[in-house]
């Protein structure tokens, strides 16, 4: 069964950064084309960031050039920076493969912004 792992999370006051990071045991998972979720209760899962096979890298509308993706190839794994945070970034953010996704989900890791 394919493995993913988010950690990176944690508390942190509005306007400071943080790094996820996503590792994945799975040979035949790419980490050229990867995304990041997030989630608060309630609401649909929303996409924060994604880089396809070609390159291309979409962020959410709300991002606003505040996070960036990147990947260490050799330690499989995909991380996303996010600086400036705000409250309203407070979720519970995945990786997965992107565009498609594979069925299954990794635990996720929690965000929690205050002012």
């Known amino acids: 069964q394919v493995q993913l792992v988010e950690s990176g999370g944690g508390l942190v006051q509005a306007g400071k950064s943080l790094r996820l990071s996503c590792s994945t045991s799975?040979?035949?998972?790419?980490?050229?084309?990867m995304g990041w979720w997030r989630q608060v209760p309630g609401r649909e899962r929303e996409l924060v960031a994604g880089?396809?096979?070609?390159?291309?890298?979409i962020y959410g509308d709300f991002v606003k050039g505040r996070f960036t993706i990147s990947r260490d190839s050799a330690k499989r794994t995909f991380f996303l920076q996010m600086s400036s945070l705000e409250p309203e970034d407070t979720a519970v953010y995945y990786c997965?493969?992107?565009?498609?996704?594979?069925?299954?989900w990794g635990q996720g890791t929690q965000v929690t912004v205050f002012s």
């Open positions: 997965n493969s992107y565009p498609s996704q594979l069925d299954t």
């Open positions: 880089k396809d096979r070609e390159g291309k890298i």
């Open positions: 799975e040979r035949t998972l790419t980490l050229n084309a």
